[in-house]
């Protein structure tokens, strides 16, 4: 039998593999299109991008109160009932008009020929207040000639769209982060199950070499059935690393909003990068202006301090205002030169007495101001404590690694050892097995610890904001 062990070298280049796949650096162009793709497709992205779109209306809105205002209406009223007021014009002028007439009736009263038509009796008229058979069709215009909540409300929204920009920065470079890790535990199982069918390869070998002996009677029936247990042992291994694969192919589709069955391309040439050397102290320095958390913060804490600065304003200036209508305005619904009519205006609005109302949200956003500063602060201080709890996990998985090599380097020499004078009738089964078992537990290790390492840079980088 032959042996060839899987020593450090594939399990490094595996390790090598996610030093520098993290977002903005992936040197695989297999996996800075899946990030891309995932930018495009999340769906966690894509609400976020929503809001960051509407932001970006808001601010259009906002330019768009400067403008004038250009409205139409036209409206036709038809009314009965409702209240009426009465109007007792007959009473008023029916006595007088008869006495009228009965002047003008007297002989001789008038020029010869002349004829003086005779006054009506009137009706008393019951008039209802809801107008009937009316018309207005106009066109009403409305210019603000200074309002300094425009001005500040613009402001505003302009802060607050920098404040979704940057919290869409962040998901986007949370996911790549996720994404690369997703990615890394995938590879992980590929080469764990690759390390199990390498022993079961061996295992199958130990099997056939057990059966001659027992064939020549130099052992009994025990040793075979010892190697089948080892087979059905690497076979459920093998089947629990390919459901783990299931499970890492499953999460990172979800990242990418596909299908969780689609295939996952493992990219070898993640195997040949190499680790970066970080210092610890500039991650801590640096990490607080590289966080889109804090541009976050800082545009929310902006608006609410110009909010602030609105209101204020609002309670010293007034506001003037330029406004009309034209149009026509009658009963019956034609358009006639009598029903024609214009109005203009120019006015002021200015808060006289509100109770302190105006003064009690001026304040409300100067809190508002102070307490996003405050979470800023904690904010800040809680990234230096990721960063310093990141760069320790990273150093403690480097160590463990270092250890995991050494290990698997003995296990190996091991091994080789007990192969031979297995081999040459001078070691048991047992010692045989005890040595075969562990070199895949270091094997296991070994390839867990460097992923752990390059999980915990992961992580490192995205705390610090790289």
Known sequence: MHYYPVRSLPVILFILAATNVIWGQTRSAILEQY????????????????????ANEKIKQAKGLYWP?????????????????????????????????????????????????????????????????????????????????????????????QSKQAELAASQHNLRYQITEAYLNYLRSLEAEKIWANTKTV??????????????????????????????????????????????????????????????????????????????????????????????????????????????AQSNLPDFYLGGSTGFQGYGYHFADDQVFALAQIGMTYDVFDHGIRKSKTQEARLEAEKIRVRREEVEQQIQLQVAVAWNDFQAAQNSFESAKSGLAAAEETFRIVHNKYRAGQALLLEYMDAQNRVTTARLQQILAWSEVLLKEAAMRNAAGL
């Open 35 to 54: 990030i891309q793709e995932a930018l495009n497709r999340n769906l966690g992205i894509q609400q976020q991008t929503l809001t960051y779109d509407q």
């Open 69 to 161: 205002k250009l409205t139409f209406e036209a409206n036709y009223t038809v009314a009965g009932g409702g209240r009426k007021i009465d109007f007792p014009i007959g009473d008023l002028l029916n006595g007088a008009y008869q006495n009228l007439n009965t002047l003008n009736a007297t002989p001789g009263n008038l020029p010869s020929g002349v004829q003086i038509p005779l006054f009506p009796t009137l009706e008393n008229q019951s008039i209802q207040f809801l107008p009937h058979n009316f018309q207005e069709t106009k066109v009403n215009f409305a210019v603000p000639l200074f309002n300094s909540d425009l001005r500040y409300n613009r402001q505003i929204q302009t802060h607050l769209q």
């Open 203 to 312: 295992l199958k070998e130990l099997r056939r070499f057990n059966e001659s002996l027992v064939k020549n009677n130099v052992a009994t029936r025990d040793i075979v059935a010892t190697a089948d247990y080892e087979l059905s042992r690497a076979d459920n291994e093998i089947y629990q690393w390919k459901s783990r694969q299931s499970n890492a192919k499953a999460w990172f589709n979800s990242l990418i909003n596909k299908p969780l069955n689609d295939e996952v391309i493992a990219d070898t040439l993640l195997l040949r990068s190499v680790i970066t050397a970080y210092n610890p102290e500039q991650l801590m320095q640096e990490s607080a202006g590289k966080r889109f958390e804090i541009s976050a913060l800082k545009a929310g804490e902006q608006a609410a301090t110009t909010d602030a600065r609105r209101n204020a």
